[in-house]
């Protein structure tokens, strides 16, 4: 018996050995440290539309409206000539709203201050010759959070690739 129980003792002991070397032991782990996150890329900057003499005015007037819904300034001032002139028609007066570029580069951005959110949907558009006109619905949201809307008919003329003249009809109550 006692030699059963030096085999079974040897046994267990050879046993045990090979269960510990097959056993992997795991150590602690060690924290690794958290990798930086990567840069985020800056937005590239929206570029001017590639409009031209021969551009149709309705993709003149489209380009217009993107460069407005992006907000880029410098696209939207790129779709007007330098004589550029808005109207703003309502009732029986007629005013002037901007005239040339510079003027218009500057109501537009004052415009974009006081209602950051205002976009601009052409709802209908028509063409006559270089005559654009479009029925549109701006939209925006006032200072206390209310959505407002509205509908204007506006028309565009277009030369040479370039919004010359513009005239709102804003809607009277």
Do not use: H
Request: proline share 11%; aromatic share 10%; hydrophobic share 40%.
């Amino acid at each position: 018996m006692n030699l059963s129980r030096a085999v079974v003792s040897m046994a267990l002991i050879i046993a045990g050995n090979v269960f510990a070397q097959l056993t992997p032991t795991t150590p602690t782990p060690t924290p690794l440290p958290k990798p930086a996150p990567a840069p985020i890329p800056a937005p590239k900057p929206a570029t001017a539309p590639a409009l031209t003499p021969s551009s149709s005015p309705e993709a003149v007037v489209r380009a217009y409206f993107e460069a407005f819904n992006r907000q880029d300034i410098d696209a939207l001032v790129a779709t007007v000539a330098e004589d550029f002139i808005w109207y703003s028609i309502e009732n029986d007066k007629m005013s002037i709203e901007a005239s040339g570029r510079e003027s218009f580069r500057m109501g537009v951005q004052d415009y974009f201050k006081a209602l950051p959110a205002a976009r601009s949907v052409a709802e209908t558009m028509t063409a006559s010759g270089p005559y654009v006109s479009v029925r549109e619905r701006p939209s925006w949201t006032t200072r206390t959070g209310e959505k407002k809307s509205q509908v204007a008919i506006t028309v565009y003329e277009e030369r040479n690739g370039l919004i010359k003249r513009v005239w709102y009809y804003p809607p009277t109550i």
